[in-house]
């Protein structure tokens, strides 16, 4: 499954910097998600995009800052986090939800805060 | 909200095993899926299965909907089918997809 793209792969921030994370698809999907991934525990959804507008906040710490500037592309904008934040943080697309439509994962971007 | 049991939590077998990974949830669903995760951490789709049974290759999975319980087969292990296995089922009505907690398997040549 390589059809939603992310980047970076890997990233190292300090405390105090600001970043972006990257999501891209190329399908068709107007339902676009991120997703936080901790060692050894499944996926937890943070935020859901519907159409373009912000769907969902799994209340999400502000420091968090998603945007869906078009129907394919998909940021997550990171400021002042913090070392807890550290882990994988995983893009998804599907069609919207009513349609049964499944979740198509990118490779996702570990985030390393130090 | 809908809760989603998988086991076993883990799984050691030899290269050439069989085995059945299984997934119980607690209310109706209208879309079951099935993901590997490999040791690099990549999600992959293996099978989109609200009811029925599909095929690809070594891998069969089922969906008994009406009794809430969905079984992933792996045939012939191989190494490279380490990784974590996880269903995921949505919540009633919504954008958010509920993950069982996994099965880690650890296939040894």
């Known amino acids: 499954d390589t059809e939603v793209t992310q980047t970076p792969k890997h990233l190292v921030m300090g405390m105090t910097n600001k970043k972006s994370l990257k999501c891209e698809q190329h399908?068709?999907?107007?339902?676009m998600y991120w997703y936080k991934q901790k060692a050894k525990k499944p996926p937890e959804l943070m935020f859901v995009?519907?159409?373009?507008?912000?769907?969902i906040n799994e209340s999400v710490p502000s420091r968090f800052s998603p945007e869906c500037p078009n129907s394919s592309l998909l940021n997550l904008h990171l400021h002042a986090l913090q070392p807890e934040d550290s882990a994988l943080y995983l893009c998804?697309?599907?069609?919207?939800?009513?349609?049964?439509?499944?979740?198509?994962f990118g490779n996702g971007t570990r985030l390393t805060v130090t | 909200g809908i809760q989603v049991e998988q086991s076993p939590p883990d799984l050691i077998l030899q290269e050439g095993a069989n085995s059945t990974l299984r997934c119980n949830f607690s209310?109706?669903?209208?879309?079951l899926q099935w993901f590997h995760q490999n040791p690099w951490g990549q999600l992959i789709n293996l099978f989109y299965?609200?009811?029925g049974t599909k095929q690809n290759g070594r891998l069969s999975a089922t969906t008994v909907a009406t009794e809430r319980y969905s079984l992933l087969y792996i045939s012939s292990s191989q190494t490279t089918d380490s990784g974590v296995y996880f269903c995921?089922?949505?919540?009633?009505?919504?954008?958010?997809?509920?993950f069982g907690a996994g099965t880690r398997l650890f296939v040894k040549a």
């Open positions: 299965i609200p009811s």
């Open positions: 995921a089922v949505p919540n009633t009505g919504g954008f958010k997809t509920i």
């Open positions: 998804a697309s599907s069609h919207p939800r009513g349609e049964g439509s499944p979740l198509h």
């Open positions: 995009y519907s159409y373009e507008k912000l769907s």
């Open positions: 209310d109706s669903v209208n879309n």
């Open positions: 399908m068709g999907h107007r339902a």
